[in-house]
């Protein structure tokens, strides 16, 4: 084979692993954006959670419900729970193994599903009577069930807190599209469902797969040099 055949043989590996650095460094860019877009939501969500709470939206607000803009924010309601309609969802927190406890709190708007906290038993506590006042963080909608687990409306078997699952199962119409974590009661007595216990928590990655991803550039143009260099 010929010197020219050769060196042209060997143009494509070159080509090919310089494209391949253009992508990682992309990639590791886009990285990079995506941990500065993940410290703004962190920082959006923490003053959402430690601000004063507000009214929680009412049916008119329920399309504009989004993640980004509603999640964790700090929410007041008012109404009557609905007694007998307990929901368990089976849960795993600070205290253990156990359930969350999800009462329907009928406000003058509609139907907002209150997690009133954790029990370690599948037992409810008295459901408080009269007007109440509910304080909390907004949680959105977890649909379809946990890890691995569906949901079980027939046997009320629940792994996550699927509001509009659990408010077919009771027969409630005019339900809120999301619930709310119900803060931890001064005043509880002992038994009662224990509150304030929502982690937020999200995953920051994306410095260390940046660094993955630019160190994958670097080898890359590494390859690309050797292989270069034999031509030459």
Known sequence: MSSTARAGGRRWPVA???????LFVALGVWQLERREWKHELIAAVDARAHAA???????????RITADSHAYLNVRAAG???PGQDSFVQAVTALGGGYWLLTPLQTADGVILINRGFVPKRAAPAVPTGEVSVSGLLR??????????????????WYSRDVAAIAAAHGL???????????R?????????VGGLTVIRFSDN????ALTWFAMALMSLGGA???WRRRI
């Open 206 to 209: 994306h410095m260390s797969y």
């Open 173 to 183: 119409s005019n339900v809120a599209p999301y619930f709310i974590d119900a803060a």
């Open 53 to 63: 709470p507000v009214q929680a939206p009412g049916p008119a607000q329920w399309p």
């Open 140 to 157: 959105l909608t977890e649909p379809n069930g946990g890890f691995l687990r569906r949901n079980d409306p027939a046997t009320g078997r």
């Open 80 to 82: 009557r729970y609905l």
């Open 16 to 22: 090919a692993l310089l494209l391949l650095a253009g």
């Open 225 to 227: 040099f050797l292989v």
């Open 185 to 193: 009661d001064p005043a509880a007595a002992p038994g009662d469902p």
